[in-house]
């Protein structure tokens, strides 16, 4: 009875083994089966703020931040996108003051901690430099990151503009940088640890240039104070003065930029130079000579005739905007990751050849035919202009051949 009552105990705690491993079973194949985190902005966002609503409500206008809070695939995701082990096993060659910087803040301003003349970054080196309380800042670790490059090709698909990326690797009780702001649309995405951060109001609407260390005398209104964690995002406009810093635990964030030099000055400075060509071309009064005394003296004649002018160049800006446009979209195409708008077509020398689809394509074909069209048309004036000057030439030395038995007989 007893080896019975025995049996039927194993016999059961058996069972409960079984079902325990099944039930584990289960969730292993489950957290398989749940679909994986992809870096859009719709997911970036998640589930709470649309895109419609990120860009008439946060978009160049205020912070947000975006908690992934028990969204354990997006942990997973961020925290596999860099961290300092990553870095320590990255490529062979990293250079300070090239690829990386090692910064303190010390209260005042940012200390530069490079090692003095050593160029070479080697893991042995940037593992003291972190144990002193250096912040590590790594320039464009797409360059070797396939994740990183996956958040950078998604945000150029979206923005359709250069993206960047650095990586900010922080010690705990410890800060980088001073306070500041910079010149460009602010993702930052918490991949280790944890990160402290606060976001002041702009002293200077839209600036084009990053602002320099900051004293802390010089902070405004404080707009939001946040601690990051795996999973989270902050987003914050261009101008927004910040500062960041670790308590118990070390940090790697990630801070990808966009629409750097993006800007209607930007735009019209490279536009109205082909608008000015452009406009010349049309308009003989834009290459008439400057009046005497032009740099002189000004008068009210002088300064009609300019608005005239400026109205010729902008109205021909208007009529070639999709060119201008084209032109000033050229360092996007050249310079952003490959992405699915090229596609291979073919291979010649080892040489990959590309081709761009659709409206950009036609836009650019447009653009090249019109300027060959009017180097052409430059090259036919100039070709009947050294005619006619040929042509005048023949005809003064047959005159003076005409004249040279006259001569000779005046002299005879």
Same mark, same amino acid.
């Given at each position: ?197 606060? !976001?002041?109001? %702009? $002293? ?7 602002? &320099?260390? #900051?004293?802390?005398?010089?902070? =405004? ?115 952003? !990751?490959?992405? %699915? $708008? ?7 020398? &080892?040489? #990959?050849?590309?081709?761009?689809? =659709? ?54």
């Amino acid at each position: 009875k007893k080896r019975c009552n025995h049996a039927l105990k194993l016999q059961k705690m058996s069972k409960a083994k079984q079902a325990k491993r099944k039930a584990g079973g289960g969730k292993a194949a489950a957290a398989a089966a749940a679909p994986a985190f992809t870096f859009t902005l719709a997911n970036l966002l998640g589930p709470t703020v649309s895109e419609e609503k990120f860009f008439s409500t946060y978009w160049r206008k205020k912070p947000l931040h975006i908690s992934a809070a028990s969204d354990k695939a997006r942990q997973r995701a961020f925290q596999n996108l860099f961290s300092l082990s990553r870095l320590l096993q990255g490529p062979a060659e990293i250079l300070f003051g090239v690829e990386i910087n090692a910064v303190k803040y010390d209260g005042v301003g940012k200390i530069d901690c490079n090692p003095p003349n050593t160029l070479q970054a080697s893991s042995a080196v940037l593992k003291k430099l972190f144990a002193d309380g250096c912040t590590l800042q790594y320039h464009q670790p797409q360059r070797h990151q396939a994740g990183c490059r996956n958040v950078v090709l998604a945000l150029e698909q979206r923005f359709m503009a250069l993206c960047g990326c650095n990586a900010y690797l922080t010690p705990k009780k410890s800060q980088g940088l001073a306070p500041h702001w910079d010149d460009i649309e602010a993702f930052v995405l918490q991949t280790e640890g944890e990160k402290e951060w606060h !976001l002041y109001e %702009p $002293l200077e609407t839209n600036p084009t240039d990053c602002s &320099g260390d #900051l004293h802390p005398s010089q902070l =405004g209104k404080e707009l939001l104070h946040v601690t990051l964690r795996p999973g989270d995002m902050l987003y914050f406009p261009r101008g927004m003065i910040h500062q960041a810093k670790t308590s118990a635990t070390a940090s790697t964030h990630l801070t990808f930029s966009t629409y750097q030099n993006f800007t209607y000055s930007d735009f019209l400075d490279s536009s109205l130079q082909l608008a000015v060509r452009r406009a010349a071309h049309e308009h003989p009064d834009l290459r008439q000579s400057l009046p005497l005394s032009f740099l002189n003296a000004s008068s009210a004649a002088e300064e009609t005739t300019l608005r005239q002018l400026v109205d010729k160049v902008t109205q021909t800006l208007l009529n070639h905007l999709p060119e201008a446009k084209t032109e000033f979209g050229f360092d996007f195409v050249c310079n952003r !990751l490959p992405n %699915p $708008l090229f596609k291979k077509v073919a291979e010649s020398n &080892g040489e #990959l050849l590309t081709a761009l689809e =659709g409206d950009l394509r036609a836009s650019i074909d447009r653009y090249l035919e019109q300027e060959q069209n009017e180097a052409g048309e430059s090259d036919d004036q100039r070709g009947a202009a050294a005619a006619a000057t040929t042509t005048r030439v023949e005809e003064e030395e047959g005159d003076d051949e005409g004249e040279q038995p006259e001569e000779e007989e005046e002299e005879e």
